[in-house]
T-cell receptor
Framework: QKEVEQNSGPLSVPEGAIASLNCTYS??????FFWYRQYSGKSPELIMF????GDKEDGRFTAQLNKASQYVSLLIRDSQPSDSATYLC???????????FGTGTRLKVLA | GAGVSQTPSNKVTEKGKYVELRCDPI?????LYWYRQSLGQGPEFLIY????????DSGLPNDRFFAVRPEGSVSTLKIQRTERGDSAVYLC?????????????FGPGTRLTVL
């Protein structure tokens, strides 16, 4: 079982719709969870982090964390073609400062 | 500096050769990370420095890989006897203090191709 799992996609949504990206993790002791965006040929950039169960909103982005289900998601409201990228979920393993990344989900927002 | 920089941006080498990849973190950042990213995969953790010391090198795949950060700033990732399977983008990231509450800032990466 991979430590951090994501559906590789592509996930296609029409412009203006809500894109929902999901991630599961295996280390129940993980405390910190991150969403990065990576455009093709570029390096990852942080979108959001979340530490507590529940929702965290930042502009068009909402991160949701459910530690009991070992599940973290990212919602993108009013999706734009410029949101088309690969979205990487990352988790810090318990007791370490080691970031474990998923394989990423490729999002396509259709104009 | 304004951001994390990495040199070279591209490196082509022959199997069996030695390569060095350099990372200049954001000024004042004590934490520095090296990752390797293959096509279609997420970044794979290699090593984490806190200051001059390697706090976690559990991701280095074998003893051909070594990294240093002698003055707590610039870091060099060294790969001996390169193999074709080492071909990937090597990413460096830095953060202010390290730990789960810090934001990592990634450099542009070095694309290594081993022929």
């Amino acid at each position: 079982q991979k430590e951090v799992e994501q559906n590789s996609g592509p996930l296609s949504v029409p412009e203006g719709a809500i894109a929902s990206l999901n991630c599961t993790y295996s280390d129940r002791g993980s405390q910190s969870f991150f969403w990065y965006r990576q455009y093709s040929g570029k390096s990852p950039e942080l979108i959001m982090f979340i530490y507590s169960n529940g929702d965290k909103e930042d502009g068009r982005f909402t991160a949701q964390l459910n530690k009991a289900s070992q599940y973290v998601s990212l919602l993108i409201r009013d999706s734009q073609p410029s949101d088309s990228a690969t979205y990487l979920c990352a988790v810090i393993s318990s007791g370490t400062y080691k970031y474990i990344f998923g394989t990423g989900t490729r999002l396509k927002v259709l104009a | 500096g304004a951001g994390v920089s990495q040199t070279p941006s591209n490196k082509v080498t022959e199997k069996g050769k030695y390569v060095e990849l350099r990372c200049d973190p954001i000024s004042g950042h004590t934490a520095l990370y090296w990752y390797r990213q293959s096509l279609g995969q997420g970044p794979e953790f290699l090593i984490y420095f806190q200051g001059t010391g390697a706090a976690d090198d559990s991701g280095l795949p074998n003893d051909r890989f070594f990294a240093v950060r002698p003055e707590g700033s610039v870091s060099t990732l060294k790969i001996q006897r390169t193999e074709r399977g080492d071909s990937a983008v090597y990413l460096c990231a830095s953060s202010l203090n390290g730990g789960g509450t810090d934001t990592q800032y990634f450099g542009p990466g070095t694309r290594l191709t081993v022929l």
